[in-house]
């Protein structure tokens, strides 16, 4: 293999990076109602709505995938933020939307996969016909949605300020604030800032 050869793969791998990073979330109007959905949970492999995965007090909804950059910076606080507040009557439910056609990495015995290696102890959901991701406005992964009570939408956007490489650390302060605020009965006062990741990978 030449060192052209080389270069031109170097080439085309930054360039696939550059194409999927640096999406940000559309930011759903707060106080929408949260969509219902059925989906299956790829570690169960049974399907499962809305109404059966919602937190007594809170419901954290974030689309994520298994390959993005983005969601991988953040995997290991996503688990311990559902770990966090579960005692605290707030349920966190995970979709992935992905063409897996075109990014197998995302196919569902991978998301099951990912669950295990990552300790998630939230349901990791296929959304295979794309529309749950449509109903919800979401963009990127990872897009993040919390919902009070009533199913009601009260923050949606970024994890924290951590992005790959930018040395922030990640803390989850922004979802940790806006869950605070619904378990205190509080108004979240703070900005709500876009998340910002991969776009969603759309079938064609």
Same mark, same amino acid.
């Not at 922030?168 to 605070?180: E, F, K, Q, S, Y």
């Given at each position: 293999?030449?060192?052209?050869?080389?270069?031109?793969?170097?080439?085309?791998?930054?360039?696939?990076?550059?194409?999927?990073?640096?999406?940000?979330?559309?930011?759903?109007?707060?106080?929408?109602?949260?969509?219902? =959905?059925?989906? #299956?949970?790829?570690?169960?492999?049974?399907?499962?709505?809305?109404?059966?995965?919602?937190?007594?007090?809170? +419901?954290?909804?974030? =689309?994520?995938?298994?390959?993005?950059?983005?969601?991988?910076?953040?995997?290991?606080?996503?688990?311990?933020?559902?770990?966090?507040?579960?005692?605290?009557? #707030?349920?966190?439910?995970?979709?992935?939307?992905?063409?897996?056609?075109?990014?197998?990495?995302?196919?569902?015995?991978?998301?099951?996969?990912?669950?295990?290696?990552?300790?998630?102890?939230?349901?990791?959901?296929?959304?295979? +016909?794309?529309?749950?991701?449509?109903?919800?406005?979401?963009?990127?992964?990872?897009?993040?949605? #919390? =919902?009070?009570?009533?199913?009601?939408?009260?923050?949606?956007?970024?994890?924290?300020?951590?992005?790959?490489g930018n040395?922030?650390?990640? +803390?989850?302060?922004?979802?940790?604030?806006?869950?605070?605020?619904?378990i205190e009965?509080k108004e979240?006062?703070?900005?709500?800032?876009?998340?910002?990741?991969?776009?969603?990978?759309?079938?064609?």
């Open positions: 293999m030449s060192i052209w050869n080389i270069d031109y793969k170097i080439v085309g791998y930054y360039l696939k990076y550059i194409n999927m990073a640096r999406t940000p979330s559309n930011m759903l109007p707060l106080g929408t109602q949260a969509p219902s =959905f059925n989906l #299956v949970d790829t570690v169960t492999e049974k399907k499962y709505s809305l109404r059966e995965l919602k937190g007594i007090h809170a +419901t954290v909804i974030m =689309f994520i995938c298994n390959h993005c950059p983005f969601v991988k910076h953040v995997n290991s606080e996503l688990s311990k933020l559902a770990k966090d507040y579960k005692s605290k009557g #707030v349920n966190f439910i995970a979709i992935s939307s992905n063409d897996i056609e075109n990014y197998p990495e995302d196919a569902p015995n991978k998301m099951k996969e990912n669950v295990i290696e990552q300790g998630f102890i939230f349901p990791y959901l296929f959304d295979q +016909t794309q529309e749950v991701a449509k109903a919800y406005d979401a963009a990127c992964t990872p897009d993040f949605y #919390v =919902f009070d009570q009533d199913l009601k939408l009260t923050y949606r956007g970024q994890l924290d300020d951590s992005r790959p040395n922030i650390p990640v +803390t989850g302060t922004d979802i940790r604030h806006a869950l605070n605020c619904i009965n979240n006062t703070a900005i709500q800032k876009p998340s910002i990741g991969c776009n969603i990978k759309w079938k064609e």
